[in-house]
Each structure stands twice: as structure tokens, then as C-alpha cells.
């Protein structure tokens, strides 16, 4: 997909004339007017190009104007371009003059512009409108598009200075918007009307109040709730909604599941994303079956928002969700239900900054696949489960601690190297039946664990003084946050 639109506007075009020195003008994309950019050009024509990576799929058009050598603004000019991603590549494109569809002019489409010159000499004075559709290489035609222009008596001002407009059949509630400098901004509640198609009737009138035709816009309004994304303009925040917002916030569809990395509308600005946002309306999303390479690779994502709302009941597949996430200090994901989870491989290898982990919804009573999961996490230190943790149906758990130098189960049992595989994810049960994890429904107030002798650990007592080095003599300790017994 082209990630830029270049845009050349000939002073010889009808559609967008140009006929100034060092000329000055604005464009603006679609109803964007607020986002408008000024700019200046030669004497035959101006270029600019346009970033429309961020654009939805389908046609869009190019809003253009120049100012006039008097130093007030020409008419408004469009010119449509059409963005495509993964859909059928478009074959051609057909345009005809206000209901002239036996008379439509058939273009076929290149990698260039579509520029097209029309006679417009037959035409009586007044408003009219122009329109176009894409046609793919599958045969399905795109949505239509209108724009309107005006032909203006000679000796006479016809230039449009209000619209009158109304939705459907509801011409008893009309209402008027004055064009200012050829604009008009036309601000529609949409929120009561129904799911379907819906025509928009605009009536201009000029400055002796003539009406004119009356011009219908078809548009179909989309209530169908979808799963989606968005990333921010900065790319530094990825937010989950799940309503029938998609069109307007400019989201990308999420799938149910997907298998690889490049399948992420995300994945080319994974490292930019510093915040995770799930909005409410994703707790509504019950039909989520993988969430896969959701997070990998994220490097500067320090904080995940509103993790309570992603639900994960028939999600199957977590393999790798979070590896790589090596800006991630604390994760809690108490909420995540993980009864139909049959691979949590790698799911949080290279959390390297990662300390404490609440996993106490897992229940793994069906999950076959834990290789890699925790490896090389060099600072976790917690990891909180339940008793819904399993590891009877594991068919491979290779490698499942390896690298977690800092980890200590809730009983005191320290990392070791000869132990990294599935055998110690347990609940840590002591000498025993050691294991690497801590029970979070250990209501005894006191865990008892051994004293590691690393220098890094922070000792205070009971009371909350801060000690100097490893204490020598029995007694109830604080280390790193979590109550030990020294016997």
C-alpha cells in the first residue's frame, strides 16, 4: 500500500484551476477543515504529499482551494483517491454527471492519479454534482461518491451562500448552514437514527435565495459492534474497544485469533507503545479465542490499563502474549481466566524488568505447553498462583524457569539451576515438596522461608526499621516486601 499520496494540481485543469503567481492555498482531507495545512507554489502548478498510512480503506477525497490574485479564496475543489490495504486491488473506475449514468466515463486505474478533464460546456447554469465509484478485480463496486460544483450564469452571482438539509423524509425539521468562503460544515446528530441506509438532502440557495434542486446523499449507518484497536497519532498507546465506533476513531479490526506476529495492525510500531488501554466496552467481547504475540515485542510498554475489562474464557492459545515486554515492572493478571488455555508457551519470556507476578485466576488443568514460559524474567522475584494451578496435563514444560535467578517460592525455596523445568511449578510447599510459587490464598499472615544471602536484599523488622546487611539472630524479618521467620 502506498504509505503517501503526491499530489499535483495543474493550472490548466478544469477541476482546479490555478491562475495566480507564486500561488497560496490549503487542502484538507475529507471533513477534516480543522487539520488544514497552508502552503505556497510555483506558477504552473503545485505538489504536496499527504501520509495516508493512518487511513481507512476505500475512497477518500482531497479538498482544495486557492487564494486569488485579489487575496480572497477561489471555489472548493475536490479530487478523490482511493486507499487500499488488503483488499482486492481496484481495476477501474466509472464517473457521470448529476443522473447522467448512461453517459459515465470508464477510467482504468494505474499506479498514478486519476485526473479528469470534464466538458461541462452542455451544462445549463446551477448546482450539480459529480460521481464516482471504484470497481475491484473481484467485480464488487465500491460505495459511491458525490461531490458537488456550480455552474454560474454569466453576469449573474451564483455562487451557493447557504445549504438547507434534512435526513430521509423528514423535511419538516430542516435546517440551514451558512458556506463561508465556499465551506460549509454541516454537524449532524446521528445517534437517534436506526441502523440501515439513510439519504442526506442538501438544497443550496445563492444570494437571491433561489433553492435549485434538491441533491440526496446515500449513506448507510453501521451499528454492527466489532472488536477493534486504535493506536494514538504518536503511536505510544494502543487502546481495545469493542462497540460500532471502528469507522470513526479510525480503528483496525481485531481478530478472534491470529497465528502470526504480522498479522497485529500494531506490529510496525510494537516498540512505541508505552500504554496498553482496555476501554470498558471490551468486557462486552466474549468471543475472543487467541491472544497470541498480542504484547511481543512491546520493549516500552510500561503499563497495561483496564486489564479487568479483556475477557479470556475461551481464549486457547497465550503463547508469547507478553514476551520481549522488557519494560514491564509488576503484572497482575488475577482476572484472566484460562480454563480453555491449552499453550502458554514463552507467554512471558524476556519480561526482564518484571518483579511480581499474580497469576492466582490461572487454571491450567487443560494446558499442555509451558516451555519458556518464565524464561529469562532475571528479576522476578513473586510469582502468586492458587490452587488452580496445574501442570498434570503439561506435555512439555522445558525450560520453564530457565534464567530466573531471582525467584523465590513462597516457602523460601531459592532458584536453582538444576530445576527450570516444569517439576517446580508448584505452590512452594517447603523441603518437602519445594516449588517457585507463592499461595496468594495463604491467610497464616507469616510465610516461612529461608534467608537468601544475597546482598541485594533490603531487611527490616516487624516495626518497620531498616537493618544493615543479613540479620544474624531469630526473629519475624520484611525482605523485599514479603514477611520471613528466621529460625
Known amino acids: 500500500m502506498h504509505k503517501r499520496l503526491i499530489c499535483f494540481i495543474l493550472s490548466f485543469v478544469m477541476s482546479f484551476c490555478v491562475m495566480a503567481q507564486n500561488v497560496s492555498f490549503e487542502y484538507w482531507v475529507d471533513a477534516d477543515y480543522q487539520k488544514r495545512v497552508f502552503g505556497s507554489g510555483g506558477t504552473e502548478s503545485v505538489s504536496f504529499a499527504i501520509d495516508i498510512s493512518n487511513f481507512a480503506e476505500g475512497l477518500h477525497f482531497l479538498n482544495f482551494r486557492a487564494k486569488q490574485d485579489k487575496g480572497t479564496w477561489g471555489s472548493l475543489n475536490r479530487q478523490l483517491f482511493v486507499v487500499q490495504k488488503n483488499n482486492a486491488p481496484i481495476s477501474q473506475y466509472e464517473s457521470w ?21 470534464i466538458d461541462v460546456g452542455n451544462l445549463v447554469p446551477g448546482v450539480h454534482y ?32 447557504a445549504v438547507e438539509y434534512w435526513i430521509d423524509n423528514d423535511s419538516a425539521n430542516t435546517k440551514m448552514a451558512e458556506i463561508n468562503d465556499s465551506i460549509v460544515v454541516l454537524n449532524i446528530d446521528i445517534s437517534q437514527l436506526a441502523a440501515g441506509s439513510h439519504v442526506l438532502h442538501c438544497l443550496l440557495q445563492d444570494i437571491t435565495g433561489y433553492g435549485g434542486d434538491d441533491y ?15 493506536l494514538s497519532e504518536k503511536k505510544d498507546t494502543l487502546t481495545f474497544y469493542y462497540d460500532n465506533k471502528r469507522v470513526e476513531r479510525g480503528g483496525s479490526i481485531l481478530g478472534k485469533t491470529f497465528s502470526y506476529i504480522s498479522e497485529r495492525s500494531w506490529d510496525r510500531s510494537a516498540e512505541s507503545i508505552k500504554t496498553a488501554v482496555f476501554d470498558e466496552s471490551f468486557s462486552n467481547y466474549n468471543d475472543l479465542q487467541g491472544t497470541c504475540y498480542w504484547f511481543f515485542n512491546c520493549k516500552n510498554l510500561t503499563e497495561i490499563i483496564g486489564l479487568q475489562y479483556l475477557k479470556t474464557d475461551k481464549v486457547y492459545d497465550m503463547r508469547c502474549m507478553f514476551e520481549y515486554c522488557s519494560s514491564l515492572a509488576s503484572l497482575d ?9 491449552y499453550i502458554l508457551t514463552g ?42 494451578w496445574s501442570t498434570e496435563s503439561v ?27 516444569q517439576e517446580y511449578a ?62
Request: proline letters at 2%.
Open 347 to 388: 507467554m512471558f519470556d524476556g519480561c526482564s524488568a518484571l518483579t511480581t507476578l499474580n497469576l492466582s485466576g490461572f487454571n491450567t488443568a487443560i494446558t499442555q505447553y509451558m516451555v519458556g514460559m518464565f524464561m529469562d524474567c532475571n528479576k522476578l522475584e513473586t510469582i502468586y498462583v492458587s490452587k488452580t
Open 97 to 117: 454527471l448529476d443522473d447522467q449514468y448512461d453517459h459515465r466515463i470508464i477510467t482504468q486505474h494505474t499506479d498514478g492519479d486519476v485526473v479528469q478533464t
Open 216 to 230: 440526496a446523499y446515500e449513506f448507510t449507518l453501521d451499528k454492527t459492534v466489532e472488536a477493534y484497536t486504535v
Open 130 to 161: 459529480y460521481n464516482m465509484r471504484a470497481q475491484y478485480a473481484n467485480g464488487q463496486w465500491g460505495s459511491l461518491y458525490r461531490c458537488l460544483f456550480l455552474k454560474p450564469e454569466i453576469g449573474v452571482d451564483r455562487k451557493p451562500k
Open 395 to 421: 506435555i512439555n514444560g522445558d525450560n520453564m524457569f530457565s534464567g530466573c535467578t531471582s525467584l523465590v517460592g513462597g516457602s523460601g525455596t531459592p532458584f536453582d539451576i538444576n530445576h527450570i523445568d
Open 426 to 487: 508448584r505452590i512452594d510447599g517447603g523441603s518437602t515438596a519445594p516449588g517457585y510459587f507463592t499461595d496468594i490464598n495463604d491467610v497464616s499472615g507469616v510465610k516461612c522461608a529461608r534467608v537468601s544471602q544475597q546482598a541485594d536484599r533490603q531487611y527490616f523488622t516487624i516495626d518497620g526499621r531498616k537493618m544493615v546487611g543479613v540479620p544474624t539472630t531469630k526473629g519475624i524479618y520484611i525482605v523485599n516486601g514479603k514477611v520471613i521467620v528466621k529460625q
Open 333 to 341: 493478571l488475577s482476572s484472566f481466566s484460562t480454563k480453555s488455555a
